[in-house]
């Protein structure tokens, strides 16, 4: 019902900045709660940021406060990733995920129903 395709990574310098995309298809996801996460080789997926449907209430993981910024438009039915300060160990395929639940906030894998296929940010020093 809901098809995620992510879009903008590349390679950055450290302290450099990239905007990532997530767009919707197949079926609205206004009523959906949105989130990011990211995957290093050889690492556990980790949650990186969640936005409520309505797009007010926002949630981040410690090491991404203050240099990450989610958002979304639900008339384009997109999500957005701003990053800004990379790092290196920010280096990991980012994903997009939508889910129905009505928990607070979804931190963990399960409580995502669709995911996208995935984008690579890498950093450089």
Not at 63 to 89: C, H, W, Y
Request: aromatic share 12%.
């Amino acid at each position: 019902q809901v098809q995620l395709v992510e879009s903008g990574g590349g390679l950055v310098q450290a302290g450099g900045s990239l905007r990532l995309s997530c767009a919707a298809s197949g079926r609205t996801v206004s009523s959906y709660g949105m989130g990011w996460f990211r995957q290093a080789p050889g690492k556990e997926r980790e949650f990186v940021a969640a936005v409520a449907w309505n797009g007010y209430s926002t949630h981040y993981a410690d090491s991404m406060k203050g240099r990450f910024t989610i958002s979304r438009d639900n008339a384009k039915n997109t999500v957005s990733l701003q990053m800004n300060s990379l790092k290196p160990e920010d280096t990991a395929v980012y994903y997009c995920a939508a889910g129905a639940g009505r928990l607070w906030p979804p931190t963990q894998r399960y409580e995502y129903d669709y995911w996208g296929q995935g984008t690579q940010v890498t950093v450089s020093s």
